[in-house]
């Protein structure tokens, strides 16, 4: 198991991940507010009479280890978050289902996941993007989603709505499709989109 330290700053937080990489495709990260009132992520139970939640995500986005699971019968979830993904699929001119596709393939709709590269809440946003979007609380789950969903618009006008090529600039950056001409040879990214296009595909189905 690969160890890895990160010690970010967003905003007036001050977030703490002590990550790791697991051998399987599950990540189990803890939750707690220390004496200072700073908000700490990491795969370290806290010791002592710490209180701490813990947050488990069975399959993250960078992840391609979870490529053993079935995502044309995984069960899919069409009612959380229902009207703050509607509002903004209304505001950005977004598919739902692409939305949720999306949220489903990040975080597996927990509000509160934390990538080990330093994603964020349920679209997985990183900081830097997050500024962008002027997202202050990524782990509101409104917040975060309008967030989102504006990347999303952005990426479907960049690359005419082709549901692929903007799954892989969700993924790797539009950088990286305009590098390559289309999806970028990564491991990741191939296997992101495919996971997003079997989503995507049956969260229309279910829409029907």
């Excluded at 479907?156 to 692929?164: C, L, R, T, V």
Aim: hydrophobic letters at 40%.
């Amino acid at each position: 198991m690969q160890r890895i330290a990160l010690l970010m700053r967003h905003g007036s937080m001050l977030l703490l991940l002590a990550l790791a990489v697991p051998q399987t495709g599950r990540a189990e990260i803890y939750k707690f507010v220390d004496d200072k009132g700073v908000v700490n992520y990491t795969n370290i139970a806290p010791a002592g009479s710490q209180k701490y939640q813990i947050l488990r995500f069975p399959c993250y986005a960078a992840d391609p280890k979870c490529r053993n699971v079935s995502w044309d019968k995984i069960a899919l979830n069409t009612q959380a978050f229902d009207a703050e993904i509607h509002s903004a699929a209304q505001r950005n001119a977004v598919d739902e289902s692409l939305i949720r596709a999306i949220i489903h393939a990040e975080s597996a709709y927990h509000p509160d996941a934390v990538s080990p590269k330093g994603a964020q809440g349920l679209m997985q946003l990183m900081p830097a993007t997050q500024d962008l979007l002027e997202v202050s609380d990524p782990f509101n789950p409104a917040a975060n989603i309008a967030g989102g969903v504006r990347h999303l618009s952005d990426l479907m006008q960049q690359f005419g709505g082709d549901i692929s090529l903007v799954a892989a600039a969700y993924n790797a950056g539009a950088g990286a499709v305009q590098k390559y001409g289309g999806i970028p040879p990564y491991d990741e990214t191939r296997e992101y989109v495919r996971r997003v296009t079997i989503l995507h595909r049956r969260y229309q189905r279910a829409a029907i």
